[in-house]
């Protein structure tokens, strides 16, 4: 693979910007004296020094200046605070990555001026273990040259998909904070098991490895999930009996639901 000629900032050092300079750096198409890293937390500089081997700064402005792609790798409610602070440095050319739930491209270019070449981006957890899905949007300034090479950049922690802004907030839903209730869902499964009387971190490894099984099988094989679902569940057996509990209790419904709020509360961010 060769190697990408770009600097690579961040701005924000958390668990996602980590993931995506771990997986920049894995795949080999950044070298670590390309990137550079500021936090507000001298710990969190030390410790992503420690972990990547790549430059970090206490200072926004020092990655604006010094680098092609930023990622606006902080909280959503802090971006305005930190748009203020680097809004007045040479943006030209430079290209802006938000991670944020609820910040639209307008807001963005509001913030860093309507020349400003800007790309929304809602990834996933997973992407900690290459595994991620990001759905990107860019703005009228980036060209189809420039989408490529970002689409590279992101493929390197997960897959990726270009979408139109409008769908950003079912995004939040579906994949951005849906580890969430695929977490509770492993969770509540080992404690069954456990009550069954499996070893607690054997119980873990049993109902993580079913779901990723059961996930990879959607995505290989091509089936619809229902179709999937019915080869499991035999008549009058163990399957169907649970799947009919799930089914009383209101289980697609409240994940529906669940999700139709998520939404929601990203819509009104």
């Given at each position: ?12 050092c ?9 997986g ?87 913030g ?34 420039e ?11 997960g ?31 080992a ?17 993580a490895?079913?779901?990723l099984?059961?996930a990879?099988?959607?995505l290989?094989?091509?089936q ?10 035999s ?7 649970a ?22 509360k990203?819509?009104?961010?």
């Amino acid at each position: 693979m060769v190697e990408i000629d770009k600097k690579i900032g961040f701005i924000g050092c958390g668990n996602m910007a980590g993931a995506m300079i771990g997986g920049l750096l894995k795949s080999g198409l950044v070298k670590c004296e390309d990137i550079i890293a500021s936090a507000s937390s001298v710990k969190t500089l030390e410790n992503v020094k420690k972990l990547f081997d790549i430059k970090v700064v206490k200072d926004n402005g020092s990655v604006v200046n010094s680098c092609d792609i930023i990622f606006l790798a902080v909280k959503p409610n802090i971006y305005e605070a930190v748009i203020r602070e680097i809004k007045d440095y040479n943006l030209e050319n430079k290209i802006f990555i938000s991670i944020a739930a609820g910040k639209t491209l307008d807001f963005l270019e509001k913030g860093l001026g309507k020349d400003a070449k800007v790309l929304r981006t809602m990834p996933n957890t997973p992407a900690l273990a290459g595994e991620g899905i990001t759905a990107i949007c860019p703005n009228r300034n980036i060209d189809i040259e420039e989408l490529e090479l970002l689409k590279q950049l992101i493929g390197t922690f997960g897959s990726v998909e270009v979408i139109d802004e409008k769908l950003f907030d079912a995004v939040v839903a579906v994949s951005g904070s849906s580890p969430a209730y695929v977490f509770m869902f492993i969770e509540a499964m080992a404690d069954s098991a456990v009550l069954q009387g499996m070893p607690r971190q054997q119980a873990y490894k049993f109902a993580a490895q079913a779901v990723l099984g059961s996930a990879k099988m959607v995505l290989e094989t091509g089936q619809h999930p229902g179709e999937l679902k019915d080869m499991v569940c035999s008549p009058g057996g163990t399957t169907i009996e649970a799947v009919a509990m799930l089914e009383e209790r209101g289980f697609r419904s409240a994940v529906i639901e669940a999700m139709r709020v998520c939404g929601e509360k990203s819509k009104n961010m």
